[in-house]
């Protein structure tokens, strides 16, 4: 079970927000790069990397930041990054700067064609993100539920070769008020390729509900607010996952 440290960045600084609201952001370090390396030093096998400035203009914004993260700590572990990335010569330029994997939101739903591109020109460093609510996808920021069904979608990008899916919960993100097991395993059930839950992780007993749903294919969690403030131990999470459900 990965469980994934996320640095969300805005303005250049490391930041949280509840429910994906910019103006409701907490500023944790004014060096994202220090936090990376910190993560590092604790366990993480990966981080999850959000451009939040990026995701609302619709191409990357923190790049000065992305690039010190991976001055850090790229060669140790995997890295990836969500938010803004639209086109194929941002992906290009992610991977050459040393980024492992890209995570394609709001441009896989509006458009598909671009993702197919994407899974071809880059295999295996393709991962979406499909953010939900009540079964919904939604875009922009999370500003807009649209029509499609998570479960549909995500078969059609596993079609397409995505390397995994992030589910987010976004009703539950920044909340602390516990991950939905539930529709991340009916997500995962019905795909052959990983599924990673986001949104919502709260404390030690939520890792332990993710490994007992791990063989289902939910392989890893994003960590967020939790990790930041203290209501969870990143390194006893860790421990956790290693040994397996206790």
Known sequence: MLIIPAIDLKDGQCVRLKQGLMEDATVFS???????????????RRLHLVDLNGAFAGKPKNESAIKAILREVGDDIPVQLGGGIRDLDTIERCLDDGLTYVIIGTAAVKNPGFLHDACTAFPGHII?????????????????????????????????GVESIIYTDIGRDGMLSGINIEATVRLAQALTIPVIAS????????????????????????AGRAIYDGSLDFKAAQEVAAAGRR
């Open 30 to 44: 004014d060096s994202p790069a220090t936090m990376a390396r910190h993560w590092v030093t604790q366990g993480a």
């Open 199 to 222: 949104g919502g992780l709260s404390n030690i007993d939520d890792i332990r509900q993710l490994l007992a749903v791990e063989s289902e294919g939910v392989v890893g969690t994003i």
């Open 128 to 160: 979406v993100g499909l953010d939900a609510k009540d079964g919904k996808v939604a875009t922009d920021g999370w500003s807009k539920l649209t029509g499609h069904d998570v479960v549909d979608l995500g078969k059609k990008f596993e079609d397409y």
